[in-house]
Structures are given as structure tokens and as C-alpha cells.
Antibody, heavy 120, light 111 residues
Framework: QLHLQESGPGLVKPSETLSLTCTVS??????????WGWNRQPPGKGLEWLGS???????YQNPSLKSRVTISVDTSKNQFSLKLNSVTAEDTAVYYC????????????WGQGTLVTVSS | QSVLTQPPSVSGAPGQRVTISCTGS?????????VQWYQQLPGVAPKLLIF???SRPSGVPDRFSGSKFGTSASLAISGLQADDEADYLC???????????FGGGTKLSVL
């Protein structure tokens, strides 16, 4: 059974870069049937997809955030990462990593989520 | 404003059947993209209930069923139980936005 765990700072200052890592256990990130994605949920609001990556490095990103988002994968560490630059208070959210059989389909394994607050 | 529209809340008594709607458009459901449904308890990550319009992952009870017709989709929950009380979210893909999209969520109350 795959297990995903997000890690990173819980507090980021405005205009700085939010950096999170998702560590995968219970299986190899190179498993060809999965994409690896990032989603977020502002307090009291709905979910937003940020982007997804395949182990080969192919990246799919939400166009509304594309210029600020970088998603990468490190197969040697069984991790994938999210960087979101120029953050504002509107980027305060619980950030979730998740597996996807296809980018357009279901997210079947989720990390527990990590709250990132943007504040000075 | 979500691209996929869900009612803010629904309710039902234990044992009853409820349905939750998710209304899309020609650029998502109408273009053939599938609907997925998630259950989310407070403070917990979403759990996949339905994928590919009507398929259930292993371990999800058959009390949960999904369907899609045209530009709308629905989730049905039969034999309501107290622990079904949660938020339910639909998800698909939109080719006009070139993005994965989620509905705003529906809060189910079991009376």
C-alpha cells in the first residue's frame, strides 16, 4: 500500500517561495502506472489542482498558476516536490500530494496534508 | 466560483437514499471526461469513492454509486449511515481551462 507524506515549512513570508516535498513509501515512484500530483485547499474552501508529474519528468500544470509553480521528481529519493514562488496570503492552504492513474482521472492515494500559512 | 456546480448541502435520515448532483458543461463532461467523487471528513484528506463515472475502488461499499449523463453527474448514497456525514466533491478535467477541476463540495447531513 502506497503511503505519501508531505513535508516542508508551515510558515512562509509573503513574496518568498513555498517549498514542499512528498515522500513516497510502499512502492517505487518510477511505477509507470502513476502520475504524482499536488493539490491544495484554502481554509473553508474547495480543492484546487496545482500540477502533476510523471517519473520521466513530464509535467502538467494548472495554467492559472503555471508561471509560479515548479514540480520536480527525484526517483533516487522516491520523492517529488513543489515550489510556488511569489506567495501571498491567498496561497495559505492545506497542501496535499496524491497519486493519479491518469492526470484527468481519480486521485487514489493522498498524503495527510500540510498547512502552509503565508504571513510576515 | 467552481466550474463544476454542486449544491452546498443535502440531508437525509438514516437508511434513506440521497443523491448529490454535479453540473458541468460542454468543455468537461460534455467532452467525454470522466467524473470522480471524493468523501472528505473534517481535517482529513479526501478519499476516492468513485472513478471513471461509476467504478468503485476496492473497499468502497456498493452503497455508493455514480453516474454521468450529458453535462451532469450524480453520486447516490443508499442506506445512509451516521458516519456518511461528510463533504462530497466531484472532479473532472476541462479542456477549455486545460486543467483538472473540482466542484465546490456538498455537505451531507444525516438527520
Amino acid at each position: 500500500q502506497l503511503h505519501l507524506q508531505e513535508s516542508g515549512p508551515g510558515l512562509v513570508k509573503p513574496s518568498e517561495t513555498l517549498s514542499l516535498t512528498c515522500t513516497v513509501s510502499g512502492g517505487s515512484i518510477s511505477r509507470s502506472s502513476y502520475y504524482w500530483g499536488w493539490n491544495r485547499q484554502p481554509p473553508g474552501k474547495g480543492l484546487e489542482w496545482l500540477g502533476s508529474i510523471y517519473y520521466s519528468g513530464n509535467v502538467y500544470q494548472n495554467p492559472s498558476l503555471k508561471s509560479r509553480v515548479t514540480i520536480s521528481v527525484d526517483t533516487s529519493k522516491n520523492q517529488f516536490s513543489l515550489k510556488l514562488n511569489s506567495v501571498t496570503a491567498e496561497d495559505t492552504a492545506v497542501y496535499y500530494c496524491a497519486t493519479e492513474v491518469t492526470v484527468t482521472g481519480g486521485r487514489d492515494h493522498w498524503g495527510q496534508g500540510t498547512l502552509v500559512t503565508v504571513s510576515s | 466560483q467552481s466550474v463544476l456546480t454542486q449544491p452546498p448541502s443535502v440531508s437525509g435520515a438514516p437508511g434513506q437514499r440521497v443523491t448529490i448532483s454535479c453540473t458541468g458543461s460542454s468543455s468537461n463532461f460534455g467532452s467525454g471526461y470522466s467524473v470522480q467523487w471524493y468523501q472528505q471528513l473534517p481535517g482529513v484528506a479526501p478519499k476516492l469513492l468513485i472513478f471513471g463515472n461509476g467504478s468503485r475502488p476496492s473497499g468502497v461499499p456498493d452503497r455508493f454509486s455514480g453516474s454521468k449523463f450529458g453535462t451532469s453527474a450524480s453520486l447516490a448514497i443508499s442506506g445512509l449511515q451516521a458516519d456518511d456525514e461528510a463533504d462530497y466533491l466531484c472532479q473532472s478535467y476541462d479542456n477549455r481551462l486545460n486543467s483538472v477541476i473540482f466542484g465546490g463540495g456538498t455537505k451531507l447531513s444525516v438527520l
